[in-house]
């Protein structure tokens, strides 16, 4: 199989997160009916899930930061074997 251009592996990452966003909700949910906290950490968690949680269960239970690289050190990691 060939190397996926930048784009097409961009593509297939944003669909991968649209398809665990929804578990990520139902398990913050449960943290917050436990009066759990957790801290998710992962590639595939985007400010959109944040977006989710703070329309269902409103802003003052949930905090979000996101650490973003730059473009440079993105395309490397793209492009690593």
């Known amino acids: 199989m060939g190397e996926l251009a930048p784009e097409r592996t961009f593509e297939l990452h944003l ?3 649209e398809v665990l966003t929804p578990p990520l909700v139902a398990a913050v949910a449960n943290h917050l009916e436990t009066h759990t906290p957790v801290v998710l950490e992962g590639d595939y968690i985007f ?3 944040i977006e989710r949680c703070v329309a269902q269960f409103g802003y003052e ?3 979000g930061a996101f650490l973003v690289e730059e473009e440079d050190q993105l395309g490397a990691k793209l ?3």
Do not use: K, N
């Open 15 to 17: 669909a991968v997160t």
């Open 79 to 81: 492009h690593q074997p």
């Open 61 to 63: 239970y949930i905090v």
């Open 47 to 49: 400010p959109t899930l």
